[in-house]
């Protein structure tokens, strides 16, 4: 556990029993970022990916005073480029009434700190273009990535290619 003087922030990794906090704090995101409708994720489905026999994210919480406030969840990925992991980032989120203390880079730091633990070589996520904390990771020293396209492929268009 991490503790920022501040506001006496503790960061810890979570547990199973965190599920519905991570389910709410998932939701209170999509609020924030207009996306309600796209939350299909259930305590079962979370349990099942985040603490289940293979784990596909990693997912810390922080609070104050024994109450929570925020979270981050985050994967590995790879690169061939440079032969070494990365950290990405899925998600940062820190309720709105917390904001602005320093949640938000307690758990950037966190991640970056883990990135470096694991010997990872870049930390990346996305962000929506409109979100006015890329004002908050440029001055963090993030630079966006202006000449990639994000590519996604989902649903039917996903279950046609597996079919091919």
């Not at 991490?2 to 704090?25: Q, Y």
């Not at 990916?49 to 994210?57: E, I, M, P, W």
Request: proline share 3%; net charge neutral; glycine share 6%.
């Amino acid at each position: 556990m991490k503790k920022s003087e501040k506001v006496n922030l503790n960061i810890r990794k979570a547990s199973v029993e965190d599920v519905p906090l991570i389910l709410k704090f998932i939701k209170e995101l999509s609020v924030y970022e207009k996306m309600t409708k796209e939350v299909v994720a259930t305590e079962d489905v979370l349990r099942e990916t985040l603490f289940g026999d293979k784990s596909y994210a990693q997912v810390i919480i922080a609070e104050i005073k024994g109450k929570p406030v925020g979270y981050a969840l985050y994967f590995y990925n790879f690169s061939t480029f440079l032969g070494r992991p990365g950290l990405y980032i899925e998600d940062v989120f820190v309720s709105e009434e917390y904001r602005g203390q320093g949640i938000g880079s307690a758990l950037f730091k966190y991640c970056a700190h883990i990135a470096k633990e694991n010997k990872c070589v870049r930390m990346e996520w996305l962000v929506l273009k409109w979100n006015p904390a890329r004002e908050f990771y440029d001055h963090m020293g993030a630079k966006p990535l202006d000449e990639w396209v994000v590519y996604r492929l989902t649903g039917d268009a996903l279950g046609n290619m597996a079919d091919l």
